[in-house]
């Protein structure tokens, strides 16, 4: 029986270095980006507010470019403010964003042009206007079915001081 002892060691051996791996450790996930308030957004329906949301404003190149990327949830009537310098086509991207939103397309006019529901995640499709738009909001997906928010509906926001 000696000689299967001289069998096994050199096979168990194998079998072992087998089970290593040359990948590399997965890549820990990026920390979450916490909401911070930066003013309030209100709906109207012929003149009237009917809901008035928290939301952060992303004004310029970076803070459009980072949008809500690095987000999993946000708090209950929330969301993101994109403010463009000039009416235009617009064109999203959900690649690095986690979460399903309502992406709402409004004119320089502040009426919503279109919305687009339930977006889905990580997707490097482009989720376009159907009119020019100069802001965009950006809610958690199903926020504009509960609050029965329409295309022809307008904003209205104000920066906290």
């Known amino acids: ?26 890549e820990p996930p990026l920390p979450s980006i916490p909401f911070r308030e930066e003013g ?63 992406i709402l397309f409004v004119d320089a006019d502040s009426q919503i042009v279109n919305i687009e529901k339930y977006t889905r995640p990580l997707s490097a499709q482009s989720v376009r206007s159907t009119a020019p738009a100069q802001f965009v909001v950006e809610v958690p997906a199903g926020f504009t079915d509960t609050y029965g928010i329409a295309e022809s509906d307008r904003i209205r926001w104000t920066e906290s001081p």
Request: net charge negative.
């Open 40 to 102: 309030t957004l209100t709906f109207l329906r012929d003149g009237e507010p009917y809901l008035t949301i928290a939301i952060e404003i992303a004004d310029d190149d970076s803070t459009r470019a980072r949008g809500l990327m690095q987000r999993t949830s946000l708090p209950e009537r929330s969301g993101m403010l994109f403010i463009f310098p000039r009416e235009e086509m617009q064109s999203f991207w959900m690649a690095n964003t986690q979460m399903s939103l309502d």
């Open 1 to 26: 029986m000696p000689w299967l002892r001289l069998l096994l060691v050199p096979a168990l051996t194998l079998l072992l270095l087998g089970c290593g791996t040359d990948q590399p450790a997965p």
